[in-house]
């Protein structure tokens, strides 16, 4: 859909507009009856839109008087032309109209009392809003203000403003390459620099399929591929056993319990609905997509009626989640699913802000993207819903190194205006496995650090080097802080540990362990101090003895390198060779020119790919050299711009930076190995 001009998003047509038309020839009167049939049963905060919804779905007369005299009585009160908007934007241009004009049509509000709420929607809502390029009008906004207009016109009938409702839709019907909106790799970003798909990214969804379905054959219809690539591309690779992971929800983490959870089925119903405007073939994937989630998801929770149908289906069946892994560079997010477990990676960097706070919420995030780590194995859906942003030390986030500088509520610009300088951030993948890295700046202190996942089959291999801190403050890292009062087995000498029901972990330094009790809340902590370099394993759903047998056996991974210049390791079980080079130069049989992430995978089958990016996004050329005797190319790339077979394989590569740190897979035959 790149390249829509405004008007191309309206499908108009002689079949559509006179399926439109009631029998007195007006296309509204549809619109209002979908706008019922789609919102009846929506779930709402707003008193006021929960009676008017029951006055929609039972017909009652007295009812809908009544949500009619309130929402006259708040205008005459509150919002009219002229009144002072104090305080946020978004309650007089959203908040505010789209709940009094929702109520309004669905009891079906007319004559002066709708001529004069439209005047006060017109007075803070103009047709020139949607044309702002003030930050305000992107992404969810924009849906958000799109629906307020698209609302505003049903309510008087007004075609002028429906159709600049559905042409102001045009930027968000496709990807973006900077700013609010979803990338091309799947990231979703709002205000400016935080990855949102579980917070505005639902809105814009849920947005989105309302306004499909309600303009479904009206003269405004309008429909978008890209769009509907977002489900499995953007959105669920972060739902997991049913909930919206935290590394997406920005500062809605600090919204009490089990808010990831309530995501998840907001975002499932959401799908089903975008599903009555899609293909056949992705409305019955997608339902099987939704009945997986919730069969494996948290019971007890309230689901709307449309995700309850396809769940008591019985030819609808529950899609498991997909094996393999995701990273989104534009969003410095990676996720990595195997069998019996899945873990999810959040960091910050130039682009994307170490954590957001606003309006009084998540003061205390601080960490959240200094590579926090978060991990399920069976049966631990709820690690990181029940209480655990409230009562966790905000110092010890799972997987993060930090200083442990004190810092102030709220520390850093609010609304994600906290980015560190790293440019390395993001990696490569090959879809099942994946190298992922970060140049982490602490916030706030003078912390700096090289920190490396090489996301495997069994386990993530975790490497850090480089660190440092100048201003005297002690910082660590923390291999895990785990919710949990399961029984914890050490073996210092060894090298490793185990958390029985969770996992386990293996490390070349000494594991410090404490416990503690925090809000009525059990927590295990794991942490390697302050040490300028470490390695660890973490190995979700392992049982002791495969934890043990991991750490005794100093053949299953080598460390090619581990410093602030390179870091890399090689599996031999896995045919996998990986490097993160912070700087160009050679660890182990990889040689790169440039800053870059490489991952290598020998196939088993005489092939082997070899996967590429720049996650500095500013490379013109690149060459990589593997030291391994490879017989041909066989697959390419547009960026591949020459190569090398024989006894040693070099590839030369054009323009990375214009993939956006995405990764550039290249399929090799590999010779025989040298005696």
Request: aromatic fraction near 8%.
């Amino acid at each position: 859909m790149a390249g829509l001009s405004r008007r191309s998003v309206l499908r108009l047509g002689a079949a559509a507009l006179t399926s439109a038309l009631g029998s007195d020839g007006d296309p509204f009167d549809l619109l209002r009856r979908r706008w019922r049939e789609v919102t009846a049963w929506d779930a709402t905060s707003s008193p006021l839109l929960a009676r008017a919804r029951v006055a929609a779905r039972t017909g009652d007369a007295g009812l809908a008087g009544a949500v009619a005299a309130e929402i006259a009585g708040h205008r005459r009160r509150v919002y009219h032309a002229g009144a002072d908007a104090e305080g946020n934007w978004w309650d007089w241009e959203i908040g505010t109209p789209k709940r009094l004009l929702d109520a309004a049509v669905l009891v079906g509000l007319g004559g002066a009392e709708a001529d004069a709420l439209a005047g006060a929607v017109d007075y803070f809502v103009p047709v020139s809003r949607l044309e702002d390029d003030d930050g305000r009008s992107t992404g969810a906004n924009r849906v958000d203000l799109c629906m307020v207009m698209l609302l505003r016109a049903m309510l008087t009938g007004d075609r002028a403003k429906a159709e600049a409702a559905v042409s102001a839709l045009s930027p968000v019907l496709h990807p973006v390459t900077s700013g609010d909106g979803y990338y091309r790799d799947g990231s979703f970003i709002q205000h400016a620099a935080v990855p949102y798909q579980g917070g505005y990214g639902v809105v814009l969804l849920s947005g989105l399929a309302r306004l499909f379905a309600v303009l479904r054959g009206s003269p405004w219809e309008v429909s978008s591929q890209a769009v509907f690539d977002l489900v499995e591309g953007s959105f669920a690779p972060f739902v997991h056993d049913g909930f919206c992971m935290d590394l997406v929800r920005g500062r809605g983490i600090s919204r009490g319990s089990f808010g990831d959870h309530r995501r998840g089925r907001e975002l499932a119903s959401a799908v089903l609905l975008l599903g009555e405007s899609a293909s056949v073939e992705e409305r019955r994937r997608w339902q099987g997509l939704v009945k997986g989630w919730m069969v494996r998801g948290r019971p007890g929770l309230a689901v709307h009626p449309r995700v309850t149908k396809v769940v008591a289906d019985p030819a609808v069946p529950a899609l498991s989640e997909a094996v393999g892994h995701r990273l989104m560079p534009m969003s410095a997010r990676a996720v990595h699913r195997r069998p019996g477990w899945c873990a999810a990676l959040s960091m910050a960097s130039e682009w994307v802000a170490h954590y957001e706070h606003g309006n009084g919420e998540n003061p205390r995030g601080w960490h959240t993207g200094a590579g926090m780590l978060y991990w399920w194995a069976g049966g631990h859906g709820d690690q990181y819903s029940d209480g655990f942003w409230a009562t966790v030390d905000p110092y010890r986030l799972p997987g993060t190194t930090a200083s442990a500088r004190r810092l102030p509520d709220g520390a850093g610009e609010a609304w994600g205006g906290t980015c560190p300088p790293a440019r390395w951030v993001g990696g490569a993948t090959d879809g099942e496995y994946a190298t992922v890295g970060q140049h982490l700046y602490g916030l706030e202190s003078t912390l700096e650090a090289f920190r490396s996942w090489f996301f495997l089959d069994d386990c993530v291999l975790c490497l850090g080097a480089g660190i440092t801190s100048r201003d005297g403050v002690p910082y660590e890292t923390i291999v895990d802080n785990r919710r949990t009062d399961a029984t914890l087995t050490v073996d210092i000498p060894a090298g490793w540990a185990h958390l029985d029901g969770h996992g386990g972990y293996v490390s070349d330094g000494a594991l410090r362990t404490s416990r503690e009790e925090r809000g009525g809340r059990s927590y295990v902590t794991l942490s390697l101090g302050d040490t300028p370099a470490y390695r660890y394993l973490l190995m979700p759903g392992a049982t002791a003895a495969l934890t043990r047998a991991r750490a005794l056996d100093p053949g299953w991974a080598a460390i090619l390198a581990n410093t602030s210049s390179r870091q890399g390791v090689h599996v031999p079980a896995l045919g996998l060779s990986a490097v993160n080079f912070w700087q160009p130069g050679r660890a182990g049989p990889l040689t790169a020119s440039a800053p870059a992430a490489v991952l290598i995978r020998e196939r088993g089958d005489g092939t082997a790919t070899v996967s590429v990016a720049d996650p500095r996004r500013d490379l013109d050329e690149l060459t990589v050299t593997w030291d391994r005797p490879v017989n041909a190319v066989l697959r390419g790339s547009p960026h591949l711009t020459g190569f090398t077979t024989g006894e040693s394989l070099t590839l030369r590569f054009g323009r990375l930076a214009d993939e956006a740190g995405a990764t550039v897979t290249i399929t090799v035959a590999v010779g025989p190995l040298r005696a």
